[in-house]
């Protein structure tokens, strides 16, 4: 079982198995939940890009940068 080490900051660092097994790298966030039998599951907190398709609907119609452009000078003019 691999085991990590907590320093005098309440770090520690994940061992490559736990890393690998979460399938998380540097700057991938980690997190931790507390069972009320004070078990504490581990998770990788990070959700991929792809996992996003969908959560939006389709456009009904192409924008040129014309008219993006056109509303974000009307936006400006407003404030």
């Known amino acids: 079982m691999p ?3 907590l320093s005098s900051k309440g770090q520690i660092t994940l061992p490559r198995q736990v890393r ?9 966030r980690v997190a931790f939940t507390v069972e009320a039998s004070g078990e504490i599951r581990v998770r990788a907190a990070t959700d991929d ?8 609907p389709r456009p009904r119609r192409a924008v040129s940068l014309a008219e993006m452009d056109a509303a974000i000078a ?3 003019r407003r404030r």
Request: aromatic share 0%; charged share 20%.
């Open 20 to 28: 690998q097994a979460l399938g998380v790298t540097t700057g991938d």
């Open 74 to 76: 009307r936006r400006g």
């Open 3 to 5: 085991t990590a080490t």
């Open 49 to 56: 890009v792809r996992s996003l398709k969908g959560l939006l």
